[in-house]
Each structure stands twice: as structure tokens, then as C-alpha cells.
């Protein structure tokens, strides 16, 4: 079945150790977003990508970076993290006749 | 700022019931409403979309928009405890086709 891959599901970093979250698709959708959830809060785009166009939120920390190699994969990087970016990390693909975006299962960053 | 507003509930009613959620949004220019569903670690999940004023069906599900009041709901009828969950509604930025801002979401929660 095509679908929205994360991996890890779960993620135990340090403080400020550098940690990368992955996310692959099989929609061959060409955008795709990285999403901070944090406890009973809405999703809080940090960018997207357009196919290669990078696009990101004016209020995404400079602590967060992402790449995206091909069409099917997406990073998130986490340069230093603290202890305020423990929340879920949520991938997600849409296109142009897409209704809706496909969310991946999530990642559940953890930073002790 | 572009916002989607939710009550956070929980909304709390009792089995074979019908539950009513609620979300209001401040861009007019907004064209494409959703409502996915979230349970408790879990990622959202798609499970109605609405372009139109006026009411679409699925199943059990009712979405309603109101354009002119921005204003679109989710009823589901015949509530079951399985639908316990917190709903987000999702609205499209009005200059972007593709780009989703969520509500913060209602909880939901369906008495045995």
C-alpha cells in the first residue's frame, strides 16, 4: 500500500547531540511538511518542500534544519536539541490533486 | 495571524448519541476545510473533507460549512466509544492550495 514512512517511531537524543528524524514516501506526492506537535496543541508547520523549492516558516528555530535527497525521502535535522523540542514530529505529503495530506506515523522525540 | 480556533472540550456524551464539533477560522480567503482524527499518540487521520457551503456525508459523518459565518463542523451520529479521540479541523492558507493550518483540536469522549 502507498504510505507516509517515519522512522524511528520513537527517539531518545541528549541534550544538544544532534539528532536526524527520517520520513519516505510511496505516493510520489511532490509535497512534503514537517509538523512539531507538542501535548493537546495544534500541528505547527516548521517548513515544506515543493518539490526541491524549500520552504520554510518565519517562526522555525534555526535549530532545525531538513533536506530532501529525492522525491521519496524528506530529513528533519535537529542541530542542538533542548528540551523544549520533546514533542511528536509529524511528516506529511500532499499534491496538487491530493485531497488532504497523508500524515506518516509520527516520530516521538524524547531529549534528556 | 491566520487562525483556526477549536473549543478543546472534553466534549462528553454518552453512547448512540450524536456528537457535535465545532472550529471557526479567520481567512476568508480559505477554500478547502478538513477534519482528521487524532488518538492519543497517535498521528491524524484523514476522515472528512468539504469544499462547499452546505452539508457532506460520509457514513456517519456529516461535515457542514458555512463560508459566510466561517464556520465548518463535524457531526457524527450514533457515537460509538471507538470514536473517542481528539478531532483537529484544518483549513487551507487562503493564498496557498496546499499549505494546512490546524486547530488545536476538540476532544472527544463517547460514555459506554
Known amino acids: 500500500d502507498a504510505m507516509v514512512i517515519q522512522n524511528p517511531r520513537y527517539q531518545v537524543t541528549q541534550f544538544g547531540k544532534p539528532v536526524t528524524l527520517s520520513c519516505s514516501q510511496t505516493?510520489?506526492?511532490?509535497?512534503m511538511y514537517w509538523y512539531q506537535q507538542k501535548s493537546s496543541q495544534a500541528p505547527k508547520l516548521l517548513f515544506h518542500?515543493?518539490?526541491?523549492?524549500?520552504?520554510n516558516e518565519a517562526d522555525t528555530p534555526d535549530n532545525f534544519q531538513s533536506r530532501r535527497p529525492n522525491t521519496s525521502f524528506c530529513f528533519l535535522d535537529i542541530r542542538s536539541p533542548g528540551l523544549g523540542d520533546a514533542a511528536m514530529y509529524l511528516c506529511?505529503?500532499?499534491?496538487?490533486?491530493?485531497?488532504?495530506?497523508?500524515f506518516g506515523s509520527g516520530t516521538r522525540l524524547t531529549v534528556v | 495571524q491566520k487562525e483556526v480556533e477549536q473549543n478543546s472540550g472534553p466534549l462528553s456524551v454518552p453512547e448512540g448519541a450524536i456528537a457535535s464539533l465545532n472550529c471557526t477560522y479567520s481567512?476568508?480567503?480559505?477554500?478547502?476545510f478538513f477534519w482528521y482524527r487524532q488518538y492519543s499518540g497517535k498521528s491524524p487521520e484523514l476522515i472528512m473533507f468539504?469544499?462547499?457551503?452546505g452539508d457532506k456525508e460520509d457514513g456517519r459523518f456529516t461535515a457542514q460549512l458555512n463560508k459566510a459565518s466561517q464556520y465548518v463542523s463535524l457531526l457524527i451520529r450514533d457515537s460509538q466509544p471507538s470514536d473517542s479521540a481528539t478531532y483537529l479541523c484544518?483549513?487551507?492558507?487562503?493564498?496557498?492550495?496546499?499549505?494546512?493550518?490546524f486547530g488545536s483540536g476538540t476532544r472527544l469522549l463517547v460514555r459506554p
Open positions: 506529511a505529503t500532499s499534491s496538487r490533486t491530493a485531497q488532504g495530506y497523508t
Open positions: 505516493l510520489n506526492h511532490n509535497v
Open positions: 518542500y515543493y518539490d526541491k523549492d524549500f520552504n
Open positions: 481567512d476568508r480567503g480559505s477554500q478547502s
Open positions: 468539504i469544499y462547499s457551503n
Open positions: 484544518a483549513v487551507n492558507e487562503g493564498d496557498s492550495s496546499y499549505k494546512l493550518i
